[in-house]
């Protein structure tokens, strides 16, 4: 499989590395269980990529072929979230952009980078074969970024589930894009993004997709409590819901 093909409902884990797993807790199961059984109206939502006139829209904006995103819902970015950030990108021209989940948002973000101007594209995935086509999707339209297939390991700063094993990263971050790692790993995982919020450089953005679903809903909460030099709101555009998160 790769990132132009049609996807699955469900995010594959099970071939995911993991660094110092000790296995799901109870309560793991619990909390995916409880959420998961709340949270199929949003999943099955999910499933819609976006109108084709919208696609359209923004592949022609890009100056990209209409082929160039053949599959788009299930559990890869929408139309939505792909037009706001490059809105985003073609207005404030980040310098330096991290993306946690490699795949159509990758294509689209080093698009809109390069007719920003240019800026750095540094882009983690758990799955190393997603990596690779990723990349040669994006070399099939001259593009580049840095692309790293990392393991994941247990999350910081207290988080339940897993996070990116990236190291150390710049501590300048201009945008940061967060769709992964899936909800199946549990509910709350991506809540451990805000280990890097020390590294978004002042007047920097933060993106956290599908943030209409009860998981992210309740990392929002926890986020606006301990983050006061963020402002957030939630943008309801596209299938999904995208958290924007600005440092003050």
């Known amino acids: 499989m790769t990132t132009r093909d049609a996807t699955s409902l469900l995010p594959r884990i099970g071939d995911t590395q993991v660094i110092g797993e000790a296995g799901r807790s109870l309560g793991d199961w619990a909390a995916l269980l409880a959420f998961g059984a709340v949270q199929w109206p949003w999943l099955l939502n999910s499933l819609r990529g976006g109108t084709t ?5 923004l592949l022609a904006r890009l100056d990209l072929p209409e082929d160039a995103l053949p599959n788009l819902g299930a559990w890869k970015a929408d139309t939505g979230l792909l037009t706001l ?27 809109a980078l390069q007719k920003a101007g240019g800026g750095t594209l540094i882009s983690f995935e758990q799955h190393e074969d997603f990596v690779d086509a990723t990349r040669k999707w994006l070399a099939d339209y001259g ?15 207290g988080w339940p589930g897993l ?15 967060v769709d992964g790692p899936p909800w199946t790993i549990h509910p709350l995982t991506r809540g451990a993004a805000s280990s890097l919020f020390d ?14 679903r ?7 909460r926890r986020w606006r409590k301990a983050r006061p030099d963020f402002d957030f709101r939630l943008w309801k555009g596209g299938s999904k819901g995208t958290l924007i998160g600005v440092k003050r």
């Open 214 to 220: 009860p998981g992210e809903r309740v990392v929002a």
């Open 163 to 177: 996070w990116y094993a990236h190291g150390r990263l710049p501590r300048n971050i201009d945008m940061m894009l």
């Open 85 to 111: 950030v490059t809105d985003h990108i073609l207005e404030h021209r980040p310098g330096l952009v991290v993306e946690f989940g490699t795949g159509a948002s990758t294509l689209v973000i080093a698009k």
């Open 143 to 157: 593009l580049e970024a840095d692309l790293r297939a990392v393991p994941l390991a247990p999350s910081p700063d």
């Open 199 to 212: 590294n978004i450089a002042p007047g920097g953005t933060i993106f956290l997709d599908d943030a209409a």
């Open 53 to 57: 006139d919208a696609k359209r829209a």
